[in-house]
């Protein structure tokens, strides 16, 4: 009975996938999606039907659909620290909160808010000493790059000046079979 209060309470109880990737979409437009979610399943070739196909797949792009559906479109208040940790089908929506009218979104906000997102992640990188901890590897070089033709490997075979070739006839190079065919 427990159980059946806590599906009551949670406005994804009952909701397909396809259903509600096909309510945010009416509403809010693939663009909006992707620029707020930045999951590209809605950039590239956008559908529902492919959306809902990679979100079937995707567990952490699903609980982030999922989540912008609960806090965003039914603008339910944020979740408790300890309903955070649960996928969002799990959570338990108090008694009291009732889902309201979906948040007016618009790309200029979902641009201050990745600026923001990225603000911050980069202070916690200075802020925390966060750096990588491998090595600086030694530039290799490729036997095609510029500097290993002219700078010797050491190999005598290397040293020796290679014989030029021939250049060859506009119609050899422009058909490789032409020195073996019939004239």
């Known amino acids: 009975m427990n159980d059946e209060i806590n599906y009551r309470n949670n406005p994804l109880h009952g909701l397909g996938l396809k259903a509600l990737v096909t309510e945010l979409v009416e509403h809010y437009g693939f663009e909006i999606l992707y620029a707020y979610l930045n999951i590209n399943c809605f950039r590239t070739n956008p559908s529902v039907d492919s959306s809902v196909k990679f979100l079937k797949k995707t567990d952490w792009a699903r609980e982030k659909v999922e989540t912008f559906y609960l806090?965003?479109?039914?603008?339910?208040?944020?979740?408790?620290?300890?309903?955070?940790?649960?996928?969002?089908?799990?959570?338990?929506?108090?008694?009291?909160?009732?889902?309201?009218?979906?948040?007016?979104?618009?790309?200029?906000?979902?641009?201050?808010?990745?600026?923001?997102?990225?603000?911050?992640?980069?202070?916690?990188?200075?802020?925390?000493?966060?750096?990588?901890?491998?090595?600086?590897?030694?530039?290799?070089?490729?036997?095609?790059?510029?500097?290993?033709?002219?700078?010797?490997?050491?190999?005598?075979?290397?040293?020796?000046?290679?014989?030029?070739?021939?250049?060859?006839?506009?119609?050899?190079?422009?058909?490789?079979w032409s020195k073996w065919e019939k004239k």
Request: hydrophobic share 20%; net charge positive.
């Open 71 to 176: 806090y965003q479109f039914k603008n339910l208040p944020k979740a408790s620290s300890t309903q955070f940790k649960l996928p969002p089908r799990e959570r338990i929506i108090p008694d009291g909160q009732l889902p309201g009218e979906p948040a007016e979104l618009s790309l200029e906000d979902a641009a201050r808010l990745n600026q923001k997102k990225r603000d911050k992640a980069a202070s916690w990188k200075q802020n925390s000493g966060y750096h990588s901890r491998k090595k600086p590897q030694q530039q290799r070089r490729s036997p095609f790059s510029k500097d290993a033709k002219n700078k010797p490997s050491g190999n005598a075979s290397d040293s020796k000046p290679k014989p030029k070739t021939k250049p060859q006839s506009s119609e050899q190079s422009f058909n490789p």
